[in-house]
């Protein structure tokens, strides 16, 4: 490791500490009682939660049984909060209350007394242990936010002293997430709680300065997260929409109540827009890249209904890093950027010049995506550079994650710099972009460059994978390396001869992979982002020796 890299790193851990720090004087009680959110302020109105309900999960709810990231709890008539959680995921779903929306697609009195028994339970067992997994500054935000826009439900009917409790409740969370706001390490999380203040400021009784001090911080976060073509630093396309189920009530509830929304609220949806655009397939779903999983597509569709920007999706994210190839059903996009700091590094995969491809309803290849509800060590292993359709040298990933407990996984190591080109004129038939990294420069001196063409009748892809030693740096005897194509599910692969792989699709489409220059194979593979969970899958790849194969040519074509 070099001098800046040790910089950087002592840097990191300089500000962890300090975060955990003002993380622990926040938790003394003693920050709590400087914000000013009263406990005995009054709700004003409701924002719209615009994420999908599933009525099935609200029947299961009000017969004792939880329903939450791929697990069923049956508490067997205890308080789920009170019994040992399945998952630390399940544990997560449970504490955000985010589960309260389904609630609403069920009618009676009993479901309001279901909802303000479970909301009693929470504030009596986990009110004030503000160490528990329960106060996780994300979890907190979220469930803040559920709470203000599920208060209809949660306060229909109920009694005066159950009220204040809830209210009282809700501002001691809000202080908490006000005094921490500054020093949650997670980007994402960090713009979630200045979205919850924000909300509070508004659905609830307070003062012009509480809401023109909570406007301007988000702001703030605003302009720090969003990148100018909308992208967030965190490179995740997930990111994007779920900041936009949040952002667009937000947006509503400023000009339901006359406020001035803050200068940058409207400017960043309108930019993110486009951004959640260019990085959808025609099926629905969004690419799969740095952390992205499986959506609901009605939760995309209801934040596209918002949407006024209309146009053609971008061909570049120049800020975000990412090209996007597309010709009639055909499209392709191209991760060609790095992580934009140490701290963002945290979630970010080593997918560099990792790509997907579709044709119309079908996604052909895929990255493996990030698992919904599996634990740590399925989330880590997602973000190896093996788990992504790019090249693998010897069976080393392109970045070293750390395995410090006190930093998280950041990494350490990888690629410092990306360089990418578009072939502008197009004048050969073909939309083409050529990509560079160096995430193996410092390991094995080479550099990685990726050149794929999509013709422009969309039925014929080229690609080429070329390495490069540095000047200067001698190569070993052998350098393996292995270029993996990730299959999606839905695709069934067959074999034609030693060189060739047919790649079809349940309607009849079909795809020919074909590659001359190594051993191809097709192998088993695993599927992170998959609805249901992680699934088995397959994947085609090409073995090869960089010293004696410097450069693979492959080629995608539909058949007729």
């Not at 399940?90 to 309001?112: I, K, Y």
């Not at 975000?320 to 950027?337: Q, S």
């Amino acid at each position: 490791m070099n001098i800046s890299s040790r910089r950087r790193l002592l840097g990191l851990y300089f500000r962890e500490g300090w975060r955990r720090l003002h993380r622990r004087f926040a938790l003394t009680g003693i920050a709590l009682r400087r914000v000013g959110w009263r406990g005995n302020v009054k709700l004003l109105v409701a924002p719209t939660d615009l994420r999908a309900t599933d009525v099935h999960t609200a029947e299961e709810i009000l017969d004792g049984q939880f329903p939450l990231a791929g697990r069923l709890l049956d508490p067997e008539g205890l308080s789920p909060f009170e019994v040992d959680l399945p998952s630390r995921e399940f544990a997560v779903r449970l504490h955000s209350f985010a589960w309260l929306r389904h609630m609403r697609t069920v009618r009676g009195e009993h479901v309001q007394d279901c909802v303000r028994r479970l909301v009693d339970d929470w504030m009596q067992l986990h009110g004030r242990d503000l160490n528990a997994l329960a106060w996780q500054p994300d979890v907190t935000a979220q469930r803040c936010i559920a709470w203000l826009s599920h208060s209809p439900i949660i306060l229909k009917d109920a009694d005066h002293a159950f009220y204040r409790r809830f209210l009282k409740s809700l501002s001691m969370q809000l202080k908490f997430l006000q005094s921490i706001a500054g020093h949650v390490s997670a980007a994402d999380a960090r713009l979630r709680i200045r979205i919850a203040i924000a909300m509070a400021s508004l659905c609830m009784d307070t003062t012009q300065k509480t809401i023109k001090t909570a406007a301007s911080h988000l702001d703030r976060e605003l302009d720090a997260q969003i990148l100018s073509d909308g992208t967030h630093i965190s490179r995740d396309p997930r990111v994007i929409l779920e900041l936009l189920l949040d952002l667009l009530p937000l947006r509503q509830t400023y000009v339901n109540l006359g406020h001035d929304a803050p200068p940058r609220l409207v400017p960043c949806i309108d930019r993110m827009y486009p951004a959640l655009r260019f990085f959808r397939h025609k099926s629905g779903d969004l690419a799969l890249f740095n952390g992205a999983t499986t959506i609901l597509a009605n939760e995309l569709v209801s934040v596209l209904r918002y949407d006024e920007t209309a146009g053609a999706p971008f061909r570049e994210l120049p800020d975000g890093d990412y090209h996007r190839l597309a010709a009639e059903d055909t499209m392709i996009v191209i991760d060609t950027g790095k992580p934009r700091s140490l701290t963002t590094s945290r979630t970010a995969h080593a997918g560099c010049l990792s790509f997907e491809m579709s044709s119309g309803r079908y996604r052909f290849i895929v990255n493996s995506g990030a698992p919904r509800f599996a634990g740590e060590r399925f989330r880590q292993m997602a973000r190896g550079t093996a788990c992504h359709s790019t090249v693998t040298i010897n069976d080393t990933s392109s970045a070293r994650l750390s395995r410090s407990a006190f930093l998280g996984p950041v990494m350490l190591s990888g690629v410092k710099t990306v360089s990418a080109r578009r072939d502008a004129e197009r004048s050969s038939g073909f939309d083409r972009i050529v990509a560079t990294h160096d995430g193996y420069a410092d390991v094995y001196g080479v550099l990685h460059q990726r050149d794929i063409a999509l013709r422009l009748s969309g039925g014929l892809v080229r690609g080429q994978d070329h390495f490069q030693p540095l000047e200067g740096r001698s190569l070993p005897e052998t350098l393996p390396a292995v270029a993996r194509f990730h299959i999606h599910p839905a695709i069934t692969l067959r074999r034609r001869g030693e060189s060739e792989v047919l790649m079809s699709a349940a309607e009849g489409e079909v795809w020919a992979f074909s590659c001359r220059d190594g051993l191809l194979d097709i192998e088993e593979d695993v599927f992170f982002a998959d609805p249901s969970g992680m699934r088995t899958s397959q994947q085609i790849t090409v073995s090869f020796d960089i010293v004696e194969t410097p450069e693979i040519q492959w080629v995608i074509a539909r058949e007729a």
